[in-house]
Structure formats: C-alpha cells, structure tokens
C-alpha cells in the first residue's frame, strides 16, 4: 500500500490464459469486493471476478455480441450490477 492520503491497491493480472474472453485492451476493473478482496472485470462482453489468491476468472455473465461490434458497459449503482441501456 503506498501512502498519499487515499487506499490505494496495486494488483498485476496476466490475462493471458483467458483469451479470447479478456483481452488486454478491453478489460477494465469495474469493484473490489471488500470481503474476499475478488476483482471484478469488464471485458466488454464478459463479465467475470478474478480471484488474486487463486489467480482464477470465474466468469459471472457473457454475452454474444462481438460480432455486432457494440459492447455491453455494466455499472455499480447503490451496490447492485446494472447494465444501463440493455437491448432487451
């Protein structure tokens, strides 16, 4: 932890052996939750939390639409996943 005046936690993820379902240039932290320290990513079209002690993704929602060439954006409102805009 460094100090300047915030928390702030610095996590290396090799993404690699997740491909095609995270890629580098898609995959953005979305939370960390305070409980079991998981991270939860969106990779645009799959969302999944990664566990730095297990160095695992378990992938939690995916949706088939890479080849539409649109990207699904979930946000943290008051503690719930919610996909603003949903074609559905």
Same mark, same amino acid.
């Given at each position: 932890?460094?100090?300047? @005046?915030?928390? #702030?936690?610095?996590?290396h993820i090799? /993404?690699?052996?997740?491909l095609?379902?995270? +890629?580098?240039?898609? =995959?953005?932290?979305?939370?960390?939750?305070?409980?079991? @320290?998981?991270? #939860?990513?969106?990779?645009?079209?799959? /969302?999944?939390?990664?566990?730095p002690?297990? +160095?695992?993704?378990e =992938?939690?929602?995916t949706?088939?639409?890479?080849?539409? @060439?649109?990207?699904?954006?979930?946000?943290?409102?008051?503690?719930?996943?919610?996909?603003p805009?949903?074609?559905?």
């Open positions: 932890m460094e100090d300047h @005046g915030f928390w #702030l936690m610095k996590y090799e /993404l690699e052996k997740f095609p379902d995270y +890629l580098l240039e898609n =995959t953005t932290l979305i939370a960390v939750d305070p409980k079991d @320290g998981r991270i #939860l990513l969106n990779a645009g079209w799959s /969302l999944g939390y990664y566990d002690k297990t +160095l695992e993704i =992938t939690i929602y949706e088939n639409i890479p080849d539409h @060439g649109i990207k699904f954006c979930p946000i943290i409102c008051h503690e719930s996943l919610v996909w805009f949903s074609p559905s």
